[in-house]
């Protein structure tokens, strides 16, 4: 039988009953029985105010046990879940409110030095009207990270047509609610119901929103779980933001499925992490690149105890061969998986437990999730279709990635022109990443289409140049874009991270790409930057990139 979230949310009482099901640091340890009963007195109070089936509930605020409880609350509610983007400013989140036409939002206190609620308050007041149908607030209390010149608190009291609650004060309204309406209204809910709504990161343009139903949120979960082994045994560190599909569906949810318990960091710290996976006794660290990056380039990395560790996926970004190697030769996990998926799919295809090194460094894995997935492009001069087969030279087979099966989302909210020029009309869902199969199955992404250049008449797609980078003794990270030239049209340029311990000069950095690369490859530009701009999953944003040189 297909489950529901709040059907899945019983089950995990159920079966893992006194189970840790979270372990905030500094805060509460919630075994699964408590974790439903704090779901239902959510459910309850949400119900009790008004909140109904099919209504949107926006939550904006960052990894803390009160994001799981009010997420899980909201979908027994019936409600859909619109996670809202941490980094986002007020205006941006204004955005996705109002276009999700949300009748609750769950919002942090102050919070890295700002007080979203307050900045809600100043963009709403510049475009009145715009969220016209809150008629629930409820403020989340976030211990607030030390900063130089912290932001004054402006907090309103209330808010037109809106009742503002704190969270101690939504969990006693649910306390005082019959338990029998939070259980009628998660029997309520059906597996094809749309669970949750989830923007697009908008590195390309305005960002959309995603709708998924809650068989399909479950399966992708189910899916990465298998794929990972993940057990009631595992100890899962959830670095990745719960309002991205990474920390909610391959975090909050593969925790509810497996038993696992669910570590949530607030804020990414390499240290605070270790320090975490030693406490707790960490199993699985998924994360972007990045993350294990500065573990294993920290100076208290030899101090620490991290030896629990089994499991890491990674992917998001390219995923250097170089940083593979380290990763499974100075770090202790048993298993280094790599993924590949997108907010319309989240999880499409994984490795698995089992390959060969060589297949994780260079593959992103099978299909997973029930999907199909095939690789396409322009006909090729001779007529064949480049996702037809292994071709006897791999490079040309690249193409744009192309997927079908039931997880693909629903369609994009209140965009239909946006739905069809994704999903085609044979289902296939246009990805924009571009790639190519083995003749395993195997997928390796080559790059993004949007991030290709073309220098000289030659088409050049960064994410290899990047690979060759990540070959040189110094470079912790790097972004190749394509800027414009007078004679070869455009040329590469890159950004460099340097590892903490290394200068680097750019005679160096061209040099090692000209031992490496056809001379149209080699950047001609090179820049040092002590971080590159970053998308919340990990992703360098080379819009940005490309915006400063221009």
């Given at each position: 039988?297909?489950?529901?979230?709040?059907?899945?949310?019983?089950?995990?009482?159920?079966?893992?009953?006194?189970?840790?099901?979270?372990?905030?640091?500094?805060?509460?340890?919630?075994?699964?029985?408590?974790?439903?009963?704090?779901?239902?007195?959510?459910?309850?109070?949400?119900?009790?105010?008004?909140?109904?089936?099919?209504?949107?509930?926006?939550?904006?605020?960052?990894?803390?046990?009160?994001?799981?409880?009010?997420?899980?609350?909201?979908?027994?509610?019936?409600?859909?879940?619109?996670?809202?983007?941490?980094?986002?400013?007020?205006?941006?989140?204004?955005?996705?409110?109002?276009?999700?036409?949300?009748?609750?939002?769950?919002?942090?206190?102050?919070?890295?030095?700002?007080?979203?609620?307050?900045?809600?308050?100043?963009?709403?007041?510049?475009?009145?009207?715009?969220?016209?149908?809150?008629?629930?607030?409820?403020?989340?209390?976030?211990?607030?990270?030390?900063?130089?010149?912290?932001?004054?608190?402006?907090?309103?009291?209330?808010?037109?047509?809106?009742?503002?609650?704190?969270?101690?004060?939504?969990?006693?309204?649910?306390?005082?609610?019959?338990?029998?309406?939070?259980?009628?209204?998660?029997?309520?809910?059906?597996?094809?119901?749309?669970?949750?709504?989830?923007?697009?990161?908008?590195?390309?343009?305005?960002?959309?929103?995603?709708?998924?139903?809650?068989?399909?949120?479950?399966?992708?979960?189910?899916?990465?779980?298998?794929?990972?082994?993940?057990?009631?045994?595992?100890?899962?560190?959830?670095?990745?933001?719960?309002?991205?599909?990474?920390?909610?569906?391959?975090?909050?949810?593969?925790?509810?499925?497996?038993?696992?318990t669910l570590v949530p960091q607030l804020v990414y710290d390499p240290e605070q992490s270790m320090?975490?996976?030693?406490?707790?006794?960490?199993?699985?660290?998924?994360?972007?690149?990045?993350?294990?990056?500065?573990?294993?380039?920290?100076?208290?990395?030899?101090?620490?105890?991290?030896?629990?560790?089994?499991?890491?996926?990674?992917?998001?970004?390219?995923?250097?061969?170089?940083?593979?190697?380290?990763?499974?030769?100075?770090?202790?996990?048993?298993?280094?998986?790599?993924?590949?998926?997108?907010?319309?799919?989240?999880?499409?295809?994984?490795?698995?437990?089992?390959?060969?090194?060589?297949?994780?460094?260079?593959?992103?894995?099978?299909?997973?999730?029930?999907?199909?997935?095939?690789?396409?492009?322009?006909?090729w001069p001779d007529g064949t279709d480049p996702g037809a087969g292994p071709a006897a030279d791999?490079?040309?087979?690249?193409?744009?990635?192309?997927?079908?099966?039931?997880?693909?989302?629903?369609?994009?909210?209140?965009?239909?022109?946006?739905?069809?020029?994704?999903?085609?009309?044979?289902?296939?869902?246009?990805?924009?990443?571009?790639?190519?199969?083995?003749?395993?199955?195997?997928?390796?992404?080559?790059?993004?289409?949007?991030?290709?250049?073309?220098?000289?008449?030659?088409?050049?797609?960064?994410?290899?140049?990047?690979?060759?980078?990540?070959?040189?003794?110094?470079?912790?990270?790097?972004?190749?874009?394509?800027?414009?030239?007078?004679?070869?049209?455009?040329?590469?340029?890159?950004?460099?991270?340097?590892?903490?311990?290394?200068?680097?000069?750019?005679?160096?950095?061209?040099?090692?790409?000209?031992?490496?690369?056809?001379?149209?490859?080699?950047?001609?530009?090179?820049?040092?930057?002590?971080?590159?701009?970053?998308?919340?999953?990990?992703?360098?944003?080379?819009?940005?990139?490309?915006?400063?040189?221009?």
């Amino acid at each position: 039988m297909e489950l529901t979230i709040p059907a899945a949310v019983a089950s995990a009482a159920s079966q893992f009953g006194d189970r840790v099901a979270i372990a905030e640091p500094g805060g509460p340890r919630l075994t699964y029985r408590e974790l439903r009963e704090r779901v239902s007195g959510v459910a309850a109070a949400l119900a009790a105010e008004g909140i109904e089936a099919g209504d949107r509930f926006a939550i904006w605020s960052p990894n803390t046990y009160h994001w799981v409880l009010a997420a899980l609350g909201a979908l027994s509610a019936g409600a859909t879940l619109v996670p809202v983007n941490t980094r986002f400013t007020g205006p941006e989140a204004l955005d996705v409110i109002s276009r999700s036409r949300a009748r609750a939002l769950v919002v942090a206190g102050p919070f890295l030095g700002a007080d979203r609620l307050a900045t809600l308050a100043a963009a709403d007041a510049d475009e009145p009207g715009r969220l016209g149908r809150l008629r629930l607030i409820v403020t989340v209390p976030v211990e607030p990270r030390p900063c130089s010149e912290p932001q004054p608190r402006s907090e309103p009291t209330g808010w037109p047509g809106a009742n503002v609650l704190d969270w101690a004060g939504l969990e006693r309204l649910g306390s005082e609610a019959p338990a029998s309406l939070a259980e009628q209204c998660a029997a309520s809910v059906r597996p094809g119901d749309v669970s949750d709504i989830l923007f697009t990161s908008g590195t390309t343009g305005r960002s959309k929103g995603a709708m998924s139903s809650h068989r399909q949120s479950l399966a992708v979960a189910a899916a990465w779980a298998e794929c990972g082994e993940v057990t009631s045994q595992d100890r899962y560190l959830v670095i990745n933001p719960f309002f991205h599909s990474f920390g909610y569906k391959a975090g909050i949810l593969v925790c509810l499925l497996t038993g696992a318990t669910l570590v949530p960091q607030l804020v990414y710290d390499p240290e605070q992490s270790m320090r975490l996976i030693e406490a707790e006794r960490i199993t699985v660290l998924p994360g972007a690149p990045t993350i294990y990056q500065t573990i294993l380039d920290h100076p208290a990395r030899a101090s620490r105890d991290l030896s629990s560790l089994r499991l890491a996926v990674t992917g998001a970004a390219v995923v250097p061969v170089a940083l593979v190697e380290r990763m499974q030769e100075e770090l202790s996990f048993d298993t280094v998986l790599t993924a590949y998926g997108l907010t319309e799919a989240v999880v499409v295809t994984m490795c698995r437990p089992g390959d060969d090194p060589q297949t994780v460094a260079r593959t992103s894995g099978l299909a997973t999730a029930g999907f199909e997935v095939r690789v396409a492009g322009p006909a090729w001069p001779d007529g064949t279709d480049p996702g037809a087969g292994p071709a006897a030279d791999p490079e040309s087979a690249a193409g744009e990635i192309l997927l079908r099966g039931p997880n693909v989302m629903l369609g994009y909210l209140d965009d239909p022109a946006a739905t069809k020029e994704a999903i085609d009309a044979e289902g296939w869902l246009h990805t924009g990443d571009v790639g190519r199969l083995d003749a395993r199955g195997y997928l390796t992404i080559t790059d993004r289409l949007k991030d290709m250049y073309i220098c000289g008449g030659f088409n050049v797609y960064p994410a290899e140049v990047e690979q060759v980078l990540a070959r040189l003794d110094g470079v912790a990270e790097s972004a190749v874009i394509g800027v414009p030239d007078d004679r070869l049209g455009e040329v590469g340029k890159a950004f460099i991270v340097a590892r903490p311990d290394r200068r680097l000069s750019e005679t160096e950095v061209v040099d090692h790409c000209r031992q490496r690369l056809a001379n149209y490859k080699v950047p001609r530009q090179v820049e040092f930057r002590s971080e590159l701009p970053r998308n919340p999953a990990g992703k360098p944003l080379k819009r940005l990139l490309r915006e400063e040189s221009r």
